[in-house]
């Protein structure tokens, strides 16, 4: 099952209790800052609760490297390789989507839309999560 969780800036949305994201923007490498009240799985990676950064890698031939940092920029968690999704009506607001995995498995994020994009970044992470 897919959740969808829209975020904006220093205002919480959710449609999980235990995951309330808190997000802000920043245009060309689409820098959005991410709060997360509980752990998420990224792909090679299960994020504790935190402040993370998600933005794109400064590599103008693929614009679908996604690097998560902490909340400071001091430390990479992870470079990856998305791919492209795709929705109809951009939003005003950064959109994360969540997806449930296995009992006891937390929740990983299955895209990333950075606002007023109709193209997004669709996280693929390990086929465990259905196990």
């Known amino acids: 099952m897919n959740k969808l969780i829209k975020i904006a800036a220093f205002t919480t949305v959710g449609a999980v209790a235990m995951m309330?994201?808190?997000?802000?923007?920043?245009?060309?490498?689409?820098?959005?800052?991410?709060?997360?009240?509980?752990?998420?799985?990224?792909?090679?990676?299960?994020?504790?609760?935190?402040?993370?950064?998600?933005?794109?890698?400064?590599?103008?031939?693929?614009?679908?490297i996604v690097q998560v940092f902490n909340k400071d920029e001091t430390r990479l968690y992870s470079t990856f390789l998305a791919r492209p999704d795709y929705r109809l009506?951009?939003?005003?607001?950064?959109i994360i989507t969540l997806e449930e995995g296995a009992a006891g498995v937390?929740?990983?994020?299955?895209?990333?839309?950075?606002?007023?994009?109709?193209?997004?970044?669709?996280?693929?992470?390990?086929?465990?999560?259905h196990q």
């Not at 994020?47 to 693929?62: E, H, Q, R, W």
């Not at 009506?89 to 950064?94: G, L, Q, T, V, Y």
């Not at 937390?106 to 999560?129: C, I, M, Q």
């Open 89 to 94: 009506k951009p939003s005003e607001k950064p």
């Open 20 to 64: 309330l994201p808190q997000a802000k923007a920043d245009a060309w490498d689409q820098k959005t800052v991410v709060t997360f009240s509980g752990p998420v799985e990224i792909p090679g990676r299960v994020l504790s609760a935190g402040t993370y950064v998600f933005k794109l890698a400064n590599i103008v031939s693929d614009r679908n």
């Open 106 to 129: 937390p929740e990983a994020l299955k895209a990333w839309f950075y606002p007023g994009d109709n193209y997004g970044h669709e996280f693929v992470t390990s086929a465990r999560r």
